[in-house]
């Protein structure tokens, strides 16, 4: 941008980046009564800003960038107030930079016309806004609130004004916000301006995540405190999608291997706490490759849910299934008595593969060959007792597939009543 035009410019002209000062013109330091335009580099733009007027910009630089000329209260550095009026818009640039006109309007506000304009419009930006924009006095009374608030929370218009504010707060965290607010009373300067989630109470008394953000206000010997509401609930869901994307497989939904691996470290800890045993369980499905290869992917990912699905039958809630590659599955079978208690998981995940998958007309038919190993007889480690478990699963499918076996064992196991075994 050529700095030089806008020295041509008779107003205050800044760029703005993150808020702060980037450049100032000679005319727009003579507004603000500073030596040197270099006096301003560096220090935030709401800081020239009246108290009662922060809001606005706190709001947000995209939202007055939406508008044309908007009324507001500067002060020089002498402290001396003037009416001005702002226009912002947004710098092309990869950065968040805006660029700022401010005019000094003193001399055409003076007449009731256009005061009553300048109010008009900052209802209409307040009312405009979809943050949720509340005022309260210094006894928690909500003063005032704008249509936003009122649509986040499900009331009717002008309900919530004297109300306490710890009505559009959760039960559980009432106690806490009317702690927050005596500090807030008490001078809390550590808190002002600062973003604090929290969860709100709408109407029907449903609860919703909230970011909350205060500040202060003097009017004459009074006190008041803005806050600016907004419903995270959508942010929250989207963190959600990525936490579960990041521990979970896309196609089945189980855990993916990284939580897997998690959840045998967390497992083996308590083992060693308790004592007992605990089984890992590898599964890999027989005769899945020709069904990829006749009937194309489709049905081959129909098929690994429906197989997901089974699996997770087969174990109690304390157990886990996880999905760690193609056509291959983990079993984590917690605090066993015996070993036999591994076979029985193993004979439930055999006898549920046994009915074919139906995909469109085509009855696919599959069935599992079941490595196990126990941890502490078949290795210390997580690594140890994996492995144990990958080796015995080959051997399964070395032997004839559709078994399982032992670490332990040389001998598959399908239908022989391993009565040595059995709970």
């Not at 980037?22 to 580099?41: E, H, M, R, W, Y």
């Not at 990041?246 to 967390?266: C, E, F, K, Q, V």
């Not at 941890?375 to 078994?403: L, Q, T, W």
Request: proline content about 3%; hydrophobic content about 40%.
């Amino acid at each position: 941008m050529d700095h030089e035009l806008l020295e041509l410019v008779s107003s205050l002209v800044c760029i703005l980046r993150n808020g702060d000062v980037t450049f100032l013109n000679q005319a727009g330091a003579k507004v603000l009564g500073l030596n040197s335009p270099d006096d301003a580099i560096g220090t935030a733009f709401v800081d020239y800003v009246e108290a009662d007027y922060r809001f606005l910009v706190e709001a947000g630089w995209d939202l007055l960038a939406e508008e044309d000329f908007l009324p507001l209260k500067l002060h020089r550095t002498d402290e001396f107030l003037f009416e001005a009026e702002i226009r912002v818009r947004r710098v092309p640039s990869p950065n968040e930079m805006f660029l700022v006109e401010a005019r000094d309007i003193s001399k055409f506000v003076k007449s009731a016309e256009a005061l009553r304009e300048r109010e008009e419009r900052l209802q209409g930006i307040l009312a405009s806004v979809a943050e949720g924009i509340i005022t309260v006095n210094e006894q928690g009374q909500i003063e005032s609130a704008n249509p936003a608030v009122d649509r986040m929370f499900g009331y009717g218009p002008g309900k919530l004004i004297r109300q306490n504010l710890g009505v559009l707060m959760g039960d559980a965290l009432r106690d806490h916000h009317a702690d927050m607010f005596k500090a807030y009373l008490g001078g809390g300067g550590k808190f002002m301006g600062r973003s604090v989630e929290s969860l709100g109470r709408r109407a029907d008394g449903s609860l919703f995540p909230l970011e909350i953000s205060v500040s202060e206000l003097r009017h004459g010997k009074n006190r008041l405190f803005t806050g600016i509401l907004r419903d995270i609930s959508e942010r929250k869901e989207n963190e959600e999608r990525i936490k579960r994307l990041a521990h979970h497989d896309s196609l089945t939904g189980l855990p993916n291997r990284n939580l897997l691996n998690d959840r045998i470290s967390h497992a083996l800890a308590r083992v060693r706490r308790h004592g007992g045993r605990m089984a890992v369980l590898y599964v890999d499905l027989d005769k899945f490759k020709p069904i990829n290869d006749t009937l194309g992917h489709e049905a081959g990912d129909a098929v690994l849910r429906e197989v997901a699905q089974r699996l997770s039958t087969c174990i109690r809630s304390s157990d886990t299934v996880s999905r760690v590659g193609g056509d291959e599955f983990v079993v984590v079978v917690e605090e066993i008595a015996r070993p036999g208690e591994a076979a029985m998981v193993a004979r439930k995940i055999i006898a549920s593969l046994t009915r074919p998958v139906l995909y469109l007309e085509h009855a696919c038919q599959i069935g599992a060959s079941i490595g196990i190993a126990i941890f502490p007889d078949d290795g210390i480690s997580m690594e140890e007792v994996c492995k144990a478990a990958d080796v015995a699963m080959y051997r399964v499918k070395h032997s004839g597939r559709n078994a399982f076996c032992f670490y332990s064992d040389s001998t598959p196991q399908d239908e022989i009543d391993y009565d040595g075994l059995t709970p």
